[in-house]
Protein backbone atom coordinates (compact mmCIF):
# COMPACT_ATOMS: atom_id res chain seq x y z
CA UNK A 1 0.00 0.00 0.00
CA UNK A 2 1.28 3.63 -0.63
CA UNK A 3 1.77 5.68 1.79
CA UNK A 4 2.73 9.64 2.13
CA UNK A 5 5.75 9.96 4.14
CA UNK A 6 6.51 13.14 6.06
CA UNK A 7 8.32 14.32 9.02
CA UNK A 8 7.95 16.03 12.48
CA UNK A 9 11.73 17.31 13.08
CA UNK A 10 13.64 14.44 12.22
CA UNK A 11 10.93 11.07 12.97
CA UNK A 12 9.11 10.20 10.34
CA UNK A 13 5.73 8.89 9.68
CA UNK A 14 3.39 7.96 7.06
CA UNK A 15 -0.40 8.17 6.41
CA UNK A 16 -2.08 5.79 3.84
CA UNK A 17 -2.35 7.89 -0.04
CA UNK A 18 -5.95 7.82 0.06
CA UNK A 19 -6.20 9.23 3.12
CA UNK A 20 -4.40 12.48 1.90
CA UNK A 21 -5.84 14.88 -0.14
CA UNK A 22 -2.97 17.26 -0.63
CA UNK A 23 0.16 19.14 0.80
CA UNK A 24 0.40 22.48 1.00
CA UNK A 25 3.02 25.54 1.98
CA UNK A 26 1.01 27.03 5.38
CA UNK A 27 0.47 30.96 5.05
CA UNK A 28 2.75 33.09 7.26
CA UNK A 29 0.08 33.27 9.84
CA UNK A 30 -2.85 30.94 11.08
CA UNK A 31 -5.64 32.48 12.21
CA UNK A 32 -6.37 31.98 16.01
CA UNK A 33 -9.72 30.15 17.17
CA UNK A 34 -10.58 32.07 20.60
CA UNK A 35 -10.62 28.77 23.31
CA UNK A 36 -9.20 26.53 20.94
CA UNK A 37 -7.46 23.11 22.45
CA UNK A 38 -3.13 23.92 22.47
CA UNK A 39 -2.96 21.39 19.41
CA UNK A 40 -4.71 23.80 17.30
CA UNK A 41 -2.70 25.43 15.34
CA UNK A 42 -5.97 28.06 14.15
CA UNK A 43 -7.32 27.64 10.47
CA UNK A 44 -6.28 28.86 7.39
CA UNK A 45 -8.28 29.81 4.38
CA UNK A 46 -7.71 27.29 0.92
CA UNK A 47 -9.23 27.95 -2.19
CA UNK A 48 -12.23 29.29 -0.04
CA UNK A 49 -12.77 26.14 2.09
CA UNK A 50 -11.49 27.00 5.86
CA UNK A 51 -8.70 24.64 7.66
CA UNK A 52 -8.41 23.23 10.63
CA UNK A 53 -4.75 23.10 11.40
CA UNK A 54 -3.75 20.68 14.15
CA UNK A 55 0.00 20.48 15.30
CA UNK A 56 1.12 16.84 15.10
CA UNK A 57 3.64 17.00 17.09
CA UNK A 58 0.99 17.90 19.70
CA UNK A 59 -1.99 15.94 18.94
CA UNK A 60 0.57 12.97 19.14
CA UNK A 61 1.67 14.06 22.86
CA UNK A 62 6.12 14.26 21.26
CA UNK A 63 8.21 15.97 23.48
CA UNK A 64 7.81 19.38 23.27
CA UNK A 65 9.21 22.36 20.99
CA UNK A 66 7.25 24.20 17.85
CA UNK A 67 7.62 22.57 14.55
CA UNK A 68 8.45 24.83 12.04
CA UNK A 69 5.68 25.01 9.78
CA UNK A 70 6.98 23.49 6.62
CA UNK A 71 4.21 22.00 5.14
CA UNK A 72 0.50 21.40 5.57
CA UNK A 73 -1.43 17.51 4.68
CA UNK A 74 -4.60 17.86 4.35
CA UNK A 75 -6.75 14.90 5.19
CA UNK A 76 -9.57 13.92 2.80
CA UNK A 77 -12.58 13.42 5.69
CA UNK A 78 -15.15 13.91 3.68
CA UNK A 79 -17.09 17.30 4.59
CA UNK A 80 -14.65 18.05 7.35
CA UNK A 81 -11.36 19.39 6.33
CA UNK A 82 -8.58 19.01 8.73
CA UNK A 83 -4.97 19.65 8.22
CA UNK A 84 -1.78 18.31 10.06
CA UNK A 85 1.43 20.67 10.43
CA UNK A 86 4.57 18.80 9.66
CA UNK A 87 8.16 19.76 8.97
CA UNK A 88 8.66 18.31 5.44
CA UNK A 89 7.20 15.42 3.58
CA UNK A 90 9.70 13.30 2.15
CA UNK A 91 7.27 11.76 -0.61
CA UNK A 92 5.18 8.71 -1.36
CA UNK A 93 6.50 4.99 -0.51
CA UNK A 94 4.92 1.41 -0.68
CA UNK A 95 4.92 0.23 2.62
CA UNK A 96 4.18 -3.30 2.65
CA UNK A 97 4.67 -4.32 6.44
CA UNK A 98 2.48 -2.54 9.28
CA UNK A 99 3.88 -4.65 12.50
CA UNK A 100 2.30 -2.73 15.75
CA UNK A 101 4.81 -0.87 18.35
CA UNK A 102 4.80 -2.07 22.07
CA UNK A 103 4.25 0.96 24.26
CA UNK A 104 3.47 3.43 21.52
CA UNK A 105 -0.07 2.36 20.44
CA UNK A 106 -2.62 5.56 20.56
CA UNK A 107 -5.91 5.37 18.37
CA UNK A 108 -4.01 7.25 16.14
CA UNK A 109 -0.96 5.19 16.12
CA UNK A 110 -1.35 2.21 13.25
CA UNK A 111 1.82 0.65 13.70
CA UNK A 112 5.46 1.27 12.57
CA UNK A 113 7.25 -0.20 9.27
CA UNK A 114 10.43 -0.20 8.04
CA UNK A 115 11.19 1.92 4.94
CA UNK A 116 14.77 1.99 3.60
CA UNK A 117 15.82 0.38 6.60
CA UNK A 118 14.33 3.29 8.83
CA UNK A 119 11.31 3.18 11.15
CA UNK A 120 8.47 4.90 9.68
CA UNK A 121 5.63 5.32 12.37
CA UNK A 122 2.64 4.93 10.34
CA UNK A 123 -0.36 6.53 11.21
CA UNK A 124 -4.31 5.61 11.33
CA UNK A 125 -6.72 8.65 9.37
CA UNK A 126 -9.41 7.86 11.71
CA UNK A 127 -7.75 7.99 14.39
CA UNK A 128 -6.02 10.76 14.27
CA UNK A 129 -9.54 12.56 13.35
CA UNK A 130 -11.21 11.10 16.68
CA UNK A 131 -8.32 12.43 18.32
CA UNK A 132 -9.14 16.01 17.21
CA UNK A 133 -12.59 15.46 18.08
CA UNK A 134 -11.98 14.60 21.11
CA UNK A 135 -9.46 17.70 21.35
CA UNK A 136 -12.49 19.86 21.15
CA UNK A 137 -14.95 17.85 23.55
CA UNK A 138 -12.55 17.33 26.92
CA UNK A 139 -11.91 21.04 26.12
CA UNK A 140 -14.89 22.39 27.38
Known amino acids: MRHVIFRVEKERYGLPLSAVREVVVPPERFTRVPRAPLAITGVMNLRGRVVTVVELRQLLSLPEGPTPPGRVVLLDRGRRDLGLLVTDVDGIEAVERVSTAP ?20 LDPEGLDAAVVALFTHSK
Open 103 to 122: GKMTPAIRGVARLGGLGVTV
